[in-house]
């Protein structure tokens, strides 16, 4: 185990552009906060910190959106509060059913409203609030700052609730101001991703021979699909115009070139008119990136590119002369679409007009979800209470942060929280040990702050695989650290809130093992099924059709198939429900039918076409539409044990023969090849199939579960 994470660990800190800037910049915003917060002693200046980690994102735009949800969730919930306060505080048997309704409401919202945030944050801030009647003794307070320990008088209980507002306000506002100033540009990093694509397509085409690097990068590009171009292309419209007027057909067209790329670098070609055509398509490509580089306007040498099957006449060669001239097509369309705005923008960019998902009321997971999260927050709630250990009042906060759709998510987050209080809470033990005894100072505060606030911010600057740890490292150091004003020397709060998180994280590993589990491989088999409809559609003869928001929804159905299945080795494995297992290979093979829809149904170039038009084709494409949709079907309802070939090689034959003129034959040999691989991948996909008996849900090969533990 130790010998995958060590590699693990190397990819996900490693330097990467702009991560250095971010990490420095929420130190700085950090120290900020702490040095306000410490002069004018407000309260829980632990969570004032972690507030700006909390909120802080890759570029200023989405920093800001999630800034301005937390404000406006901060007074709904201080709101929401006093309400039920001046409904219920002196009344027990009422609050705590508000409070019940007020976490499932949050928590079914979070999941079902495009508004989830807002709903997830106040639900909780309302929670939070509604405890701290319980944290306040029967005794007089000494002074402002001590309010948790004061008389639970009606004013007092104001002002408790009240102080929330200040205490998340302040970081909203500092980390708002400070990434408007230095925050990065969401265009320019849309901008980046799409200049590092096309170089290394063009650097792939020119090349006598693949450059291995470059053949890992367009597969990666490809696995991670076009959610994150697109999020940087809305995120861009914030504060401006869009990047591009074109909006996401220059995202699909890039999208679309980086498939064929894949398949470009498997096929073996030395015909001179293909290489002398790639080495200029490469070219063009480079140019264009220079120029996007460079904000200066396209301009090449060189004239329209062309090419043909007439010089070739082995398969091989042909099918490189079909993909080749499909991928001309995409890179000769750029500069207009990167220069001229779209006349209508896609479906996909579309704003959605409901609040709720589809399945909001219909689907029982989401009100699962909900009540499995109420029940483990309350078993929280109950435990600290019934011991009379507020201290470790982390537990419910744990509960809250923890708690996802699937075991597998939960598990996942639930290691990250834990491996985070361990570290966090070591380094803060640490300094109160070695190092608060000999602080006097602001200053040598700040540096402590300064030095472990990096290190936290590092690790959360990494993807969503171990973001949440440098999260966790930060809290927790803070927690220990951040007692009252100045330095502290009491081991006890790391103590209490180290087990806290402890005893969070065992409530809800048990409540979501033991009550309506969501697996992971549910998740894949949705996520799989919905690829394979998309596929479908994509065959499909709609002219109504957008290409554009099938190839995205593709996309984002294999992306969130692979992230799944990442997952899957941290569920627990049962043996009387998951006999038998398929690899990652079905993932790869479902995505490698992308390619052959780009040629054969997205984007057929415009002398295929023609030649096309006067064959019938119509037939093909159906029946390989047709196919997909049943598979997609059978996936869902776990038949596959009876699946049937494709049964398309006499209607590949019929488009062998099909009466033409000589260059169009050719055409339409190059054609009939790509639904021969076609085909073969269907069969390939088939026979994983034929080797599973389902008793329960898709999982996963063991090797994949072996080779994911580090996840």
Known sequence: MIKQLIPFLREELAPKPGRLEDALRITILTLVVVILTEVFQTPLIAYSAYIVFFISKEERASTFLTAIIGALSVTLAVFLALVIYAISAGEPGLRLPLMALVVFIGMFFSRTSTLGLVSFVAGFLVTIALTLIDLLPLTHPL??????????????????????????????????????????????????????????????LIASSVNLNDQKKVVSYVQVGTDELLHHLKMASIFKKKPLQSTSVIVAHVGRLMTLMTEWTELKTSAPELVSAAKGCGTMLLSIAKSLKEKTKFFFLFQKLAISPSATSSENDRKAALLLATIIEIVEALPQILEEPAEEPSKYEKPLHHLLVPDAFSNPEHVHYALKTTLAIFIAYITYNMVDWPEIRTCLITCFFVALGTLGETIHKMVLRLAGA?????????????????????????????????????????SARLSYAGLQIALAFFLCIFVGYGPQIDLKPARDRFIGVILGNLIIFFVFSLIWPVRVSDKIKHSLSEALDKLSEMFSIDPFADKNALFFSFNTAIAHARSYADLDPLEPFNKQRETKKIDKSWIEGVQALSGCAILLAQQPCSSLKSTLAKTDQTRLLKAVSTYLSHLAKQIKDHSLDNLQPSKIDSLIHELEIAPTDSEAHLWLLACADWYRVLDQRLSELAALFQKITYHGDIQLDQDLRESSETL
């Open 143 to 204: 002074t402002l700052t001590e309010f948790l320990s004061r008389t639970p008088t009606p004013q007092l209980l104001t002002k408790s609730v009240l102080w929330l507002w200040p205490i998340i306000m302040l970081p909203v506002g500092i980390v708002i101001l400070g990434n408007l100033l230095t925050g990065r540009d969401p265009a320019a990093l849309f901008y980046r991703g799409l200049i590092e694509r096309l170089e290394v397509a063009g650097r792939l």
């Open 422 to 462: 361990i570290i966090g809470g070591a380094l803060g033990l640490a300094s109160i040990i070695f190092i608060m005894p000999y602080l006097t100072t602001i200053t040598g505060l700040s540096l402590l702050i300064a030095v472990i606030g990096f290190g936290a911010a590092w690790v959360a600057t990494s």
